[in-house]
């Protein structure tokens, strides 16, 4: 058996994205990841190389972008509005 993690996460400063991370893993390690700086997926172990242009495909960029804008940011916010940590 294998477990295929994907982890999917946005930073905020007062509701204004600074970063996003998007990893794909198996096993627990970490087989590709998005760069946001260069824009672009860093294949992280050589078992990942076939998952490059499927990543890269218009159907999966097209998600990644919409994830980021539309779901991350807004999770985020629901969260720290929710939270017992927010500062008042």
Same mark, same amino acid.
């Given at each position: ?40 997926? +860093?294949? @992280? ?6 998952? !490059?242009? =499927?990543?890269? $495909?218009?159907?999966?960029? #097209?998600?990644?972008?919409?994830? +980021?804008? @539309? ?6 916010? !629901?969260? =720290?509005?929710? $939270?017992?940590?927010?500062? #008042?």
């Amino acid at each position: 058996n294998n477990t295929m993690q994907y982890i999917l996460g946005c930073e905020l400063d007062d509701d204004i994205k600074l970063n996003s991370k998007i990893r794909i893993g198996l096993d627990g390690e970490t087989m590709i990841e998005f760069d946001e700086h260069q824009r672009h997926w +860093v294949v @992280q172990s050589p078992r990942a190389e076939n998952l !490059k242009p =499927i990543v890269e $495909s218009l159907f999966w960029t #097209n998600l990644r972008k919409r994830y +980021v804008k @539309q779901y991350c940011v807004d999770v985020v916010q !629901k969260v =720290i509005q929710n $939270s017992t940590m927010k500062e #008042n």
